[in-house]
């Protein structure tokens, strides 16, 4: 049985950050109210998560757990798209529809084939494994985003040239793809080149401290790590595909910002 942890235990578990911003305004950082906030969120958004949670779990209703989940793919999506600085407009549809994607295939996967999770909606299962897929899966495209813009802009004078001889879109933009994907990735496949080695994940840490046999822990953890890495892909790939056109108008000229270049 794991550990209970208190509200008093949990109070006490604050001087950690109280540590952390005397070390901001030891260093003069500025961070200290950042810091506050986003101490207090973490409270009340996990609270608040754990309350929610305990409800949905006991429910068992397929169109709420559905609906749930629909909306933290919105909020993936939205979020994303907020990491991304240099963008054309409207992407949103594009971004929602590689996290949709990506998301669904892999959660249902893993619950389906893998763990033969009954009944198929199972909160416990499709919500914390979609949760861990999503929040992964959102840096990895961001990151893929991010860099595909930046990259396109950095080669203006090529892509122009390329344009001018005859070449597409696609081929102008090749190049920019590639980097923006093997930056999606490179996170990942940093964390599994890691994993057991230097650090011991955060599945695969829950289950330790809940009293889960070892090499049990090790297998969901190995699921995880590669239902992650497959989501990411995924993701990475179906968002870059559907968005990088957005860097030229209907003429093939090369825009981004919305106006010519």
């Not at 952390?20 to 950042?34: E, H």
């Not at 199972?122 to 861990?132: Q, S």
Request: aromatic share 10%; glycine share 6%.
């Amino acid at each position: 049985m794991p550990i209970n942890i208190g509200w008093v235990e949990l109070a006490l578990a604050t001087f950690f950050i109280v540590f952390a911003g005397a070390i901001t305004l030891l260093m003069s950082l500025g961070l200290l109210r950042t810091l506050a906030i986003a101490t207090f969120r973490t409270y009340v958004q996990l609270i608040a998560l754990g309350f929610v949670l305990s409800w949905i779990f006991q429910t068992h209703t397929p169109w709420i757990v559905l609906s749930i989940f629909l909306f933290m793919m919105l909020m993936t999506a939205q979020i994303l798209l907020q990491r991304v600085k240099l963008k054309p407009p409207h992407l949103y549809l594009s971004t929602f529809s590689a996290v949709f994607i990506a998301s669904t295939v892999v959660t249902f996967s893993v619950t389906g084939l893998i763990i033969h999770v009954d009944p198929w909606y199972d909160p416990r299962y499709v919500l914390t494994i979609g949760g861990m897929i999503l929040g992964n899966a959102m840096n990895g495209i961001a990151l893929a985003l991010e860099r595909l813009f930046d990259d396109l802009k950095k080669r203006e004078s090529e892509v122009k040239q390329a344009l001018a001889f005859g070449g597409t879109p696609w081929e102008a933009s090749l190049p920019s793809i590639r980097i923006a994907l093997t930056a999606g990735l490179t996170p990942i496949i940093n964390s599994m080149s890691a994993v057991g080695l230097v650090s011991i994940p955060g599945m695969m840490t829950g289950q330790l401290l809940a009293g889960a046999d070892p090499i049990r822990a090790a297998k969901y953890q190995i699921v995880v790590m590669l239902m992650i890495s497959a989501a990411t892909a995924l993701g990475s790939m179906i968002s870059v595909f559907l968005v990088y056109k957005r860097a030229f108008d209907d003429e093939w000229h090369f825009i981004l910002m919305g106006k010519r270049l």
